[in-house]
């Protein structure tokens, strides 16, 4: 019995290392382009002092990890440099949850970047900037920033109403990007303070094809006045609802430019390093989405359309 479960525990994980070592012999490198000097995630030096009390500090080291165990190679994409265009030899462009706006020109440029056929990921939160420039009417979404809020399916952390923040969803759609997360609906994942995508209208009678991969539960409310209760009255009523947490969106091909791909996250904190205990008490790090990245990021590098590795 020991032997079988010692297999059952084991396999997984080391079907996982043969398949990651395979992606980096058999694949050239690729490059992955971070934003940076917006306060985001993977940029904490460039929070403004001012906003460093509001914006908690987060780690992604499991985040860089799996980039590298894709085989991407991690580089920086300063304001001046973006500004300038994404570089000819990106893979994907990620934008991961800045404090403060990008300018202008530089949502042009991923909105240009994105017309040639480029890949994004880009993961939002409430207690950043909520605007997507330009990428608003490519991409047809827009960002709410008030804080998914549930008081029926939520994680119990400190016995008080602040708990209903960590809001769990089941509610996956069949996509791509979302292949292991649909494997484990019964589980589901959690939502750490998370904002909602909302739906604008395409403007152009050949729009990309956009799918809502992740949805919240039907018991949660978007907490306007952010006092986690429901409240049905008053100048912004709330109302419990499915909200959409993640959208994908693939453009059609122009010629022989290829359509582009992107993928929009309500919820920068599922990418983020996660600290746990397990059950001897031993503490870990985990992402609170599980392999949503590593499918996400597999999907935006259109994988799907090539050979796959198993």
Request: no cysteine; proline share 7%.
């Amino acid at each position: 019995q020991n032997i079988q479960h010692a297999r059952k525990r084991d396999l997984p994980r080391l079907d996982a290392e043969v398949s990651m070592s395979l992606v980096k012999l058999l694949r050239e490198k690729r490059k992955a382009y971070l934003t940076s000097g917006h306060g985001e995630i993977t940029d904490r030096n460039s929070v403004p002092p001012d906003l460093r009390g509001r914006v908690p500090e987060r780690r992604t080291t499991l985040l860089k990890q799996q980039l590298g165990d894709l085989n991407f190679e991690v580089k920086d994409l300063a304001p001046a440099a973006l500004e300038a265009g994404v570089p000819g030899d990106a893979t994907i462009v990620m934008v991961l949850a800045p404090t403060t706006p990008l300018a202008a020109a530089e949502w042009a440029a991923l909105d240009a970047y994105a017309k040639r056929g480029g890949g994004l990921f880009i993961a939002l939160d409430p207690k950043g900037d909520p605007e997507l420039g330009a990428l608003e009417q490519t991409l047809g979404l827009k960002f709410n920033p008030s804080s998914i809020t549930d008081d029926v399916s939520y994680v119990k952390q400190r016995g008080t109403v602040t708990d209903r923040r960590f809001a769990v969803t089941s509610q996956f759609s069949a996509h791509p990007s979302t292949t292991s997360l649909a494997r484990t609906v019964g589980q589901g994942i959690v939502l750490l303070d998370s904002g909602a995508l909302e739906e604008l209208p395409f403007m152009k009678p050949d729009p990309p094809t956009r799918t809502f991969t992740i949805r919240s539960m039907v018991s949660s409310f978007l907490d306007h006045n952010d006092n986690y209760q429901l409240d049905v009255a008053g100048p912004k009523p709330e109302k419990k609802q499915r909200w959409n947490i993640a959208a994908a969106i693939e453009g059609g091909a122009l010629g022989s430019t290829p359509g582009f791909r992107a993928l929009v996250f309500a919820d920068a904190d599922l990418f983020a390093d996660t600290l746990t205990r397990t059950g001897t008490g031993r503490a870990s790090v985990m992402m609170v989405s599980g392999r949503l990245l590593v499918d996400s990021l597999r999907w935006l590098a259109r994988e799907d359309l090539v050979d796959p590795i198993p």
